[in-house]
């Protein structure tokens, strides 16, 4: 349903047609407006020797290349750099969709290395950009227990502490 709402790939008037929350002040202005970046965090168990958090990236990027390429100079620079770029030359917003997010945390449980490359890659990503309005992630594991927080060991503090 985020995804029907707020991407402008999509024309979700009748979906939510007779709905209460279409007499929402705010509704119209926000629907079908962003791109939508969905991310199921469980392909990346098949991401293959070149690492997850790089496979990720490189499948987000060619998808925004289609869109954007001309924008997008340097995409081997990564996500983040590219979506910046965007944001600076057309002012336009993302919102991120990210499902399973602490399926990496689940999977990879006996490598606390790789779980900070992930958590940094997301921070990267998602904390502070302009170009992001909105991120909705789901999971299973509590946020809270997969953060640094202060005086406590790794992980074991609160997400937003990274993002």
């Known amino acids: 349903m985020p995804a029907a709402y707020y991407s402008r790939g999509c024309d979700s008037r009748e979906l939510f047609a007779g709905l209460q ?22 392909f990346l168990t098949d991401a293959g020797s070149r690492g997850q958090t790089w496979y990720l990236e490189d499948e987000v990027l060619e998808e925004i290349l289609e869109e954007y390429g001309d924008l997008v100079k340097n995409p081997d620079r990564g996500l983040a750099r590219g979506l910046r770029k965007i944001y600076a030359k057309t002012g336009k917003k993302f919102i991120f969709l990210i499902d399973e997010w602490d399926c990496v945390m689940r999977q990879r449980q006996e490598s606390e290395a790789f779980q900070k490359q992930y958590l940094d890659f ?34 074991r503090g609160s997400l937003d502490s990274h993002l």
């Open 21 to 42: 929350v279409e007499h929402d002040p705010g509704f119209e202005s926000h629907q079908n407006r962003y791109d939508v970046i969905l991310l199921n965090m469980q």
């Open 122 to 155: 997301l921070q990267n990503l998602l904390k502070d950009q302009p170009y992001a309005v909105l991120v909705y992630m789901t999971g299973i594991l509590p946020v809270k227990k997969c953060g640094q927080g202060a005086g406590q060991g790794p992980y």
